[in-house]
């Protein structure tokens, strides 16, 4: 039986985990046998005896490495520092899957590619109507705009609602949320229950109807935007001339807000800056903003990463793992996404890596010694790699796995690393 295992997350302050006990029995009904590192879930909720009272075992750190698939909420290039104590433990034959920074971080893909393992990179989940349900992006996203409104609720020195008291009226909170993809709707919503008065804006036109159907207003600055997005629905970056016009028509949106937050990113490429130190200054004192494209540079001239700072008399986050600040919740949703995608991978207990599947073939990044990604390989600045077979079907099962690591082990017992030249 394939084994997966789940080892206990090494990056500072990160509290989720990447199963929860409910989705054991689905892995076990397929043939998969989990395993759990002691205390992985611990942080966000889940203790072990929870995961042992469905059916899932408890081990170390070292057994959780021999397994056939590793499942990680973040891996090399997401773990930048702590992850790398983890390297020398994947082998030949094994399965990574996690979140690891492709665009960003392409190197680190090389590197595990280099120990033998193939590596799932859940950030490039295709947006295809079959994937949803394996959207990691989109569930962290959820997560994030929902924390970001709470943050800067307890930032405000006022209340989000309109009140009417013998005290006087207080009027509502103003808001303004700045790229409308996931997080941005989830911000609208939650301001909107929070009862503050909330504008948007994205670059995309398409998403008046969605902050509209939220209850929110768009706002409409005059720009061409052109083709603002790319087949797979995320923001495209654009010129430095359109964004300088951006900021100057957004300044004055930025000034009659109360509450501003940002999430405009492009994938593996610097936040595009939307925000002037002018624009902050230009806002009443007492202000907040959010910023949640800091790990990317940020929207806002004067955010840094996880830091909080005040200037002008506005208080600005920069939060960048907002997800594992509401643990319980984001590992479920996490762990959803990881079950189906194993079940999809999954089939009579063995692995199947069939390359006309869209899904597996575009997160496959790291295989049999190379990275074998286009985008990443482009980014690298390395060449094309001959064009797959896309009707090849791969079936591998644990003793497939466990022939290849004695295989590729020298003489002094040290694994033997492939070199994709």
Same mark, same amino acid.
């Given at each position: ?307 909080? /700072? ?5 208080? $600005? *986050? &920069?939060?960048?793992? @907002? +997800?594992?600040?509401? %643990? #319980? ?42 990275? /074998? ?5 482009? $980014? *690298? &600045?390395?060449?094309? @790699? +001959?064009?797959?077979? %896309? #009707? ?30």
């Amino acid at each position: 039986m394939m084994k997966v295992a789940v080892p206990k997350e090494t990056f500072p302050t990160e509290k989720r985990v990447a199963l929860v006990p409910a989705n054991v029995p689905q892995l076990a009904k397929v043939g998969l046998e989990v395993e759990v590192e002691a205390g992985a879930g611990e942080a966000a909720g889940f203790l072990d005896s929870h995961y042992v009272e469905k059916g899932a075992r408890i081990v170390t750190r070292d057994e959780v490495f021999n397994a056939d698939i590793i499942a990680q909420v973040r891996t090399l290039g997401a773990n930048k520092d702590a992850g790398r104590d983890d390297l020398s433990r994947f082998r030949q034959g094994q399965f990574i899957i996690g979140m690891c920074d492709p665009l960003g971080e392409p190197k680190s893909a090389v590197e595990i590619a280099e120990t033998g393992a193939s590596l799932f990179a859940l950030e490039l989940i295709p947006r295809i109507t079959r994937a949803q349900s394996m959207d990691v992006l989109s569930s962290m996203a959820t997560i994030a705009g929902y924390r970001a409104v709470l943050l800067a609720a307890i930032e405000l020195p006022k209340i989000f609602p309109m009140l009417m008291t013998a005290a006087g009226t207080l009027t509502p909170a103003r808001v303004f949320i700045v790229g409308v993809g996931v997080a941005g709707l989830q911000a609208i919503a939650t301001a909107k229950r929070l009862g503050g008065v909330v504008r948007a804006y994205d670059v995309r036109p398409a998403c008046r109807e969605q902050v509209e159907s939220l209850g929110g207003k768009f706002v409409e600055l005059e720009l061409e935007a052109g083709d603002a997005q790319d087949k797979g629905g995320y923001a495209k970056a654009m010129g430095e001339e359109f964004y300088k016009k951006q900021r100057e028509l957004m300044a004055s949106v930025v000034a009659e807000s109360d509450v501003v937050i940002t999430t405009a990113a492009i994938p593996g490429k610097q936040s595009p800056l939307l925000i002037t130190a002018d624009a902050v200054k230009g806002m009443v004192p007492g202000g907040v903003i959010v910023d949640l494209a800091t790990e990317r540079g940020g929207n806002c001239e004067l955010s840094q990463a996880d830091a909080r /700072v005040v200037e002008h008399g506005v208080t $600005i *986050l &920069g939060p960048t793992n @907002l +997800p594992s600040e509401i %643990p #319980n919740h984001a590992s479920q949703m996490y762990s959803n996404n990881v079950t189906k995608f194993l079940l999809n991978l999954i089939k009579d207990g063995q692995v199947i890596l069939n390359l006309e599947d869209e899904i597996i073939r575009d997160t496959l990044v790291g295989h049999e010694g190379q990275l /074998v990604n286009a985008r990443m390989r482009e $980014i *690298l &600045g390395m060449e094309p @790699l +001959p064009a797959p077979d %896309p #009707n090849a079907e791969i079936t591998l099962t644990s003793e497939d796995i466990e022939s290849d690591s004695t295989d590729t082990e020298d003489n002094d017992g040290t694994q033997a690393k492939e070199s994709d030249g």
